[in-house]
């Protein structure tokens, strides 16, 4: 139980076998306690998602409602770069070469159709990867007091939401490379891969 759920008397060392003058020892230990609990369960959230995201089939991607595809109102990613996002993009962490099999995202390594479908899967694959560990902030509200739940949402927010966007707009960016790629082939008469992000549905 969250020290600051308890009775008065927690925070002014009444309590029987406390130690520390007014109680202020054994409050701040506990209070550590929390943070290192905290922590651990972030770390279990993003690591565990990033391992779930991982398993998930390319199929199961493409379905997925707004994760798994790109819409007209981003605008190929234009409505990204009002945030500036080529100045910072580069800054965040990418992980998705560390598990077995995984994919890198740090850098477009080709400009074969069938490459750029499979960078647009794995943007898809991402964004799961962090929509996920933040939605589960909320179970904080569960056990503790709404000003920690608030502050552990907010928490997530500023650790995940610049990864979902960087993913965003990169599948937009892929999006429309595979929409005019696909429009070169058609005039070739080249045949493109099965699932091509250029044939997602936009709104």
């Known amino acids: 139980m969250p020290p ?27 209070m550590w306690g929390l943070v290192a609990l905290y922590a651990v369960l972030w770390t279990c959230f993003h ?4 391992w779930l995201a991982h398993q998930l089939p390319a199929r199961l991607l493409r379905r997925l409602p707004f994760i798994g595809r790109s819409y007209a109102w981003e605008r190929g990613g234009a409505i990204y770069r009002r945030l500036a996002i080529g100045a910072w993009k580069d800054r965040l962490p990418e992980a998705g070469a560390v598990l077995p099999g995984g994919f890198s ?35 904080f509200f569960a056990w503790n007091p709404w000003q920690i739940g608030v502050l552990m949402v907010l928490y997530g927010a500023a650790t995940n939401a610049p990864c979902i966007l960087v993913q965003r707009y990169n599948r937009a960016r892929l999006t429309r490379a595979l929409r005019r790629a696909a429009g070169r082939a058609h005039g070739n008469g080249t045949v493109l891969p099965a699932h091509p992000v250029a044939h997602q549905r936009e709104v």
Do not use: V
């Open 47 to 50: 690591f565990g998602s990033g």
């Open 105 to 139: 995202k740090r850098r477009l390594a080709g400009s074969q159709s069938a490459y750029l479908e499979r960078f647009a899967a794995e943007t898809s694959r991402a964004e799961f990867a962090h929509w996920l560990p933040w939605a589960l902030s909320l179970t």
């Open 4 to 30: 600051w759920s308890r009775s008065s008397s927690f925070a002014t060392g009444t309590q029987k076998g406390r130690k520390g003058i007014n109680g202020t020892l054994d409050w701040r230990t506990s």
